[in-house]
């Protein structure tokens, strides 16, 4: 990296000020990967300081059948295939209570967009899952989930978001999002909603007073032009709601997908991806390495490139390991403290809404 360029974007992070896009673009194309983690932990420091923020949740990938055929998707399934599934109500319930007897605080609930199921079972899963659990926040559904809600209940966003608000919905995982350029969404997942659309619906859901995280799926086709483009809006969206808590890269699992020429994700382009999200997105407290895509490893090093989440505990991720993740399905609160010592960083145990509960 050119002594220029540092001292810029030093300056910038130092002064509370903002990168542009064309200087994002040049931190993306800088082949010095430790002045651009170096950067972005400064940046991490000034926000976090040395603690890194995990919680004990549970995964509930609810259904994989899914009226669309994303590309990219080696999760989704037809009716008639022998390995599509819908969980029954007690299925979830018992779940639910499993994961707060193991101490969870977060139930993390998405699924496909089922051809069947009509919008009272949603509401319905929520309401017993709440009245069930009560202590477990549940974050569930995607903005792509919530507008075929809406397409299903013939109501407006508002509507469904206030159903689902007063049927137990705590807050969004932020899924859904892929990569918001049209040619290159329009490639990996045509059928589902555009990227403008799922962030007017998460403008919605901000406005109701629910917060959400962001996420962005890269190492497919997209540019790294692409990622400051998804950036930029998200970015923009933030400083209009405040709602967003965290952002995601989350690392393209290859293997099982029909994304042609898609390369998936090396440890340097995800470090880097990590770092560059951390410099350019100054409006959001928090980036998280999921390690469910990226690997321990991987996401053990992204804490010195200005990470400061590792998610959760997790529990039976499906939709990741469906595509190829060899991470483990699931950790321990211990392994993940021993993992984020090990970085000589703090543990810190959260809730949902990065309420801390101790820390660890």
């Known amino acids: 990296m050119t002594k220029n360029l540092y001292d ?62 994303c590309t990219f998707c080696a999760f989704c399934r037809e009716e008639g295939d022998d390995d599509g599934y819908t969980l029954s109500l007690d299925d979830m319930l018992a779940r639910a209570s499993a994961a707060r007897a193991a101490g969870a605080t977060e139930l993390h609930m998405v699924g496909g967009l089922h051809p069947e199921l009509p919008y009272g079972f949603y509401l319905d899963m929520l309401a017993a899952i709440h009245a069930a659990e009560p202590t477990l926040h549940i974050k569930a559904f995607t903005a792509v989930e919530i507008e075929y809600f809406a397409r ?22 932020g899924g859904g999002a892929e990569i918001f350029r049209r040619e290159v969404r329009d490639r990996i997942c045509p059928e589902k909603i555009s990227g403008e659309r799922w962030l007017e619906v998460i403008e919605q859901i901000h406005q109701a007073g629910l917060k959400s995280n962001a996420t962005m799926l890269f190492g497919h086709l997209e540019t790294v032009a692409d990622r400051v483009d998804h950036m930029s809006r998200l970015r923009a969206l933030q400083d209009r709601t405040g709602g967003f808590q965290a952002f995601i890269p989350l690392a393209f699992q290859p293997d099982n997908t029909r994304v042609p020429g898609a390369r998936g994700v090396g440890g340097v382009d995800a470090l880097k991806t990590l770092a560059v999200s951390r410099l350019y997105l100054d409006n959001f407290q928090h980036i998280k390495a999921y390690w469910v895509m990226l690997g321990l490893k991987i996401a053990q090093v992204a804490l010195a490139f200005g990470v400061n989440d590792l998610d959760g505990t997790v529990v039976e991720e499906k939709i990741g390991h469906d595509a190829g993740a060899d991470s483990p399905q699931a950790m321990q609160k211990e392994q993940l403290c021993a993992l984020i010592r090990k970085a000589h960083r703090v543990p810190v145990e959260r809730d949902t809404l990065y309420r801390e509960i101790s820390a660890a």
């Open 8 to 69: 810029k974007i030093r300056d910038i992070i130092e002064g509370g000020g903002r990168i542009s896009d064309e200087q994002a673009l040049a931190l993306f194309e800088d082949d010095d990967l430790l002045a651009v983690g170096e950067l972005a932990a400064l940046a991490n420091r000034r926000k976090n300081g040395d603690r890194v923020y995990f919680n004990v949740n549970r995964h509930i990938n609810y259904t994989n059948l899914c009226v669309n055929r």
């Open 152 to 173: 299903l209940a013939g109501k407006t966003l508002v509507e469904v978001v206030d159903d689902l608000k007063q049927a137990g919905l705590g807050s969004l995982p």
